[in-house]
């Protein structure tokens, strides 16, 4: 092995030692508690090496992010591949999104609450968040319905999620109903 790609195999680790320290410390303490300081001080390498990878805590919220809809869109697969037929799929993609919601919250904020100077919806959006939404796509836009979009069909299943899960997260829901909430917004929404 060179000295160069030993030194960009160096870099990458501390690159995810970064990012996998940040998600750690914003799951325990929430994501005020991130700070380059605090980072700095647990990984064990000054301000600057933190610096010369990220040039804040936007872009670590951002990586993070990227992170997080790569997990969530196998999450999303995985329940899907294993139901059968469209309604089972539909269920299980709500449910294993709601659990991801609820399992990972400063991941979940990082993806769809705070500023990682990601674009969305957008051309330019990175390819992690494009198959997060293609992950929800391939299963809703098969009941997305006659002359509807399948696109606009996800994204108004997928904004319902999102509702469930953050008011649920904050207290304004019962988490008791949950699963009711998943029945209704299958057999509503997506009429099946």
């Not at 790609?5 to 799951?27: G, S, W, Y």
Request: proline share 4%.
């Amino acid at each position: 092995m060179s000295v160069q790609e030993r030194k960009q195999r160096e870099r990458a680790e501390r690159e995810r030692l970064i990012v996998a320290t940040a998600r750690e410390l914003a799951e325990q303490q929430g994501w005020d508690a991130v700070t380059t300081r605090r980072l700095a001080e647990r990984i064990e390498y000054s301000q600057p090496v933190l610096y010369s990878h990220f040039r804040g805590k936007r872009e670590i919220i951002g990586a993070v992010a990227l992170q997080g809809a790569t997990e969530m869109a196998v999450a999303v697969r995985a329940a899907t591949a294993a139901a059968d037929g469209p309604r089972e799929r539909i269920a299980a993609l709500a449910r294993a999104y709601l659990d991801f919601a609820a399992r990972n919250p400063a991941v979940y904020d990082a993806l769809f609450q705070l500023d990682g100077g990601l674009a969305y919806a957008q051309e330019d959006t990175p390819q992690p968040l494009k198959d997060a939404f293609a992950a929800l796509l391939e299963c809703l836009g098969e009941v997305a319905g006659d002359g509807v979009d399948p696109g606009l069909f996800t994204e108004v299943f997928w904004a319902s999620l999102h509702g469930v899960a953050t008011l649920t997260r904050s207290g304004r829901l019962p988490p008791e109903y949950t699963e009711t909430r998943v029945e209704l917004l299958v057999d509503r929404l997506a009429m099946l």
